[in-house]
């Protein structure tokens, strides 16, 4: 994703701030991407009126929503100085619809906003969300209302030991993404490698096994070949976390301790933290 050309931002008609569109409007300033604000609508009383005609039942889901079209219309109007295009599809399943359009037009970029939940002071993500991060065939942007600081961190998730060729390739993209959204975002890139512990069931059943040198020769292993892959983009020791345990404890963890903004991971590519701007 050396460019973003198409952005699609995905609009909650239950929310007042749209921090989904807020971001996308500064994302594509910086990029001269395009916008389309998408929003899927689903009346299930429609599922109640079979009892109806085919064309009254129609009428009825138009009315719908073109009373949707209405109001996100009326919702971008008010960045005038952005052209933003609007698409209300009716789908009672919003991830599908997503992802279908995503395939359709070719976009980029999709970009949703979260919520934190206050008493758990932790983001919640809702089945849409997993979905699109499970299945969207393009990369993710989840944000939340907190702005980006200045000189703010990017954290890109790799896998430096793999010799399969789709995660080779992946890493790639992953730490090329990450470079390009840092220009945009005038932040700094981390990479972080996590590497497995050693197993305790062969540290019991084979006592000739060395589980110390075992450890150190993996840990040898993740830091030389997550060196060698920071040097192919650049990219110093400094910049570099090779840290043992599963790699969701160890992302969230380093991301946590460099106050990263955004975390760029997953199998095609997700994001997420603050959102990429204020």
């Known amino acids: 994703m050396n460019t973003i050309k198409r952005i699609l931002a995905v609009i909650d008609p239950t929310k007042d701030d749209q921090h989904g569109l807020s971001r996308s409007i500064e994302l594509a300033k910086k990029s001269g991407a395009s916008i389309t604000a998408f929003m899927t609508v689903y009346d299930f009383s429609y599922e109640m009126t079979t009892m109806l005609s085919g064309e009254e039942r129609e009428a009825m889901r138009s ?25 209300v599809v009716w789908h009672n399943r919003p991830y599908e619809a997503i992802i279908n359009t995503v395939m359709e037009h070719n ?5 949703k906003g979260t919520h934190q939940h206050g008493a758990l002071k ?27 600081p200045a000189n703010g961190n990017i954290l890109a998730a790799i896998n430096a ?5 789709e995660h080779v390739a992946l890493n790639k993209r ?79 963890d380093v991301a946590k301790r460099l106050n990263s903004e955004l975390v760029d991971w997953h199998c095609w590519t997700y994001w997420f933290k603050r959102g990429f701007s204020g």
């Not at 976009?107 to 970009?111: K, S």
């Not at 299945?135 to 942007?141: I, M, Q, R």
Request: with cysteine; glycine share 2%.
């Open 122 to 148: 932790s983001v919640i993500f809702t089945p849409t969300d997993w979905h699109l991060v499970r299945k969207c065939p393009a990369p993710v942007l989840f944000v939340k209302e907190m702005a980006w």
């Open 161 to 165: 030991v793999s010799e399969n060729d």
């Open 107 to 111: 976009f980029d970029l999709v970009i």
């Open 174 to 252: 992953i730490i090329k993404d990450a470079q390009f959204l840092c220009e945009l975002a005038n932040a700094k890139l981390n990479l972080v490698n996590a590497y497995p512990a050693t197993p305790v069931n062969i540290a019991i059943e084979i006592p000739e096994f060395n589980p110390g040198v075992y450890n150190e020769s993996v840990k040898k292993h993740h830091i030389e070949s997550t060196t060698q892959l920071a040097n192919d983009f650049n990219l110093t020791t400094e910049q570099c976390f090779i840290e043992e345990g599963l790699p969701e404890d160890v992302i969230p």
């Open 63 to 87: 009315a719908v929503i073109k009373d949707r079209e209405l109001w996100l219309t009326d919702l971008v109007s008010v960045y005038n100085d952005i052209n933003i295009e609007t698409q």
